[in-house]
Nanobody, 119 residues
Framework: QVQLVESGGGSVQAGGSLRLSCAAS?????MDWFRQAPGKEREAVAT????????SYADSVKGRFTMSQDNAKNTVYLQMLSLKPEDTAMYYC???????????????WGQGPQVTVSS
């Protein structure tokens, strides 16, 4: 069982920035950030494949969000720049194994910090 503890959410004005952190109690080959706004489906935001460091992003955040990792601390980060009101959501960290199709299994989930961006 891997526990994920997130931090770093909050409120910011449009154009501002925030950094989310997700500390894992154990190693998993891949970790993701998801978000879910009220009344909307959950959206995959970013994924990191831990060994290679390869990252992928949703089109909606490319060029504004950066996912990084600190392997010594078993922690991943999501640096969010140029935030927009439509980025407002609960942000969840997930972790798991790499499946046969290359996707992350999302076996473990964090509680989710709220990110609110005002216009």
């Amino acid at each position: 069982q891997v526990q994920l503890v997130e931090s770093g959410g909050g409120s910011v004005q449009a154009g501002g920035s925030l950094r989310l952190s997700c500390a894992a109690s154990g190693y998993t080959p891949c970790m993701d950030w998801f978000r879910q706004a009220p009344g909307k489906e959950r959206e995959a935001v970013a994924t990191v494949y831990r060994r290679s460091g390869f990252t992928s992003y949703a089109d909606s955040v490319k060029g504004r969000f950066t996912m990084s990792q600190d392997n010594a601390k078993n922690t991943v980060y999501l640096q969010m720049l140029s935030l927009k009101p439509e980025d407002t959501a609960m942000y969840y960290c997930a972790a798991g194994l790499i499946q046969g199709d290359g996707n992350c299994s999302h076996t473990y989930w964090g509680q989710g910090p709220q990110v609110t961006v005002s216009s």
